[in-house]
Nanobody
Framework: VQLQASGGGLVQAGGSLRLSCAAS????????MGWFRQAPGKEREFVAA????????YYADSVKGRFTISRDNAENTVYLQMNVLKPEDTAVYYC????????????????????WGQGTQVTVSS
């Protein structure tokens, strides 16, 4: 599975951005898609995840109510709509794919994901 992330940029606090992640290759094997982010000097952290077939969504508390993850199965693309952005949202954002089907388990750790996109920079100015 290959992942290509796009859509990052510079935005003022309170603004919005939409990230996209296009998947190719063995997309039929994807069970979950996730978004993570990593700020300078910090560990990579979970942002959101979506079950590829059922569409159930999960969020980190820090973004709940502001970010929305969605997917377009026909286009093999997952999106992250980010609203009411804050300076603390500044980071490199990565999309990732988890091919492991584990009943009842929601992958929120980096090591849960086998495939990663290249990252896209999001900078929120105050």
């Amino acid at each position: 599975v290959q992942l290509q992330a796009s859509g990052g940029g510079l935005v003022q606090a309170g603004g919005s951005l939409r990230l996209s992640c296009a998947a190719s290759g063995r997309t039929f094997s994807i069970y979950f898609m996730g978004w993570f982010r990593q700020a300078p000097g910090k560990e990579r952290e979970f942002v959101a995840a979506i079950n590829w077939s059922g569409g159930s969504t999960y969020y980190a508390d820090s973004v709940k109510g502001r970010f929305t993850i969605s997917r377009d199965n026909a286009e093999n693309t997952v999106y992250l709509q980010m609203n009411v952005l804050k300076p603390e949202d500044t980071a490199v954002y990565y999309c990732a794919a988890d091919p492991s089907s584990r009943s009842g388990y929601v992958p929120r750790r980096s090591y849960d994901y086998d495939y990663w996109g290249q990252g896209t920079q999001v900078t929120v100015s105050s």
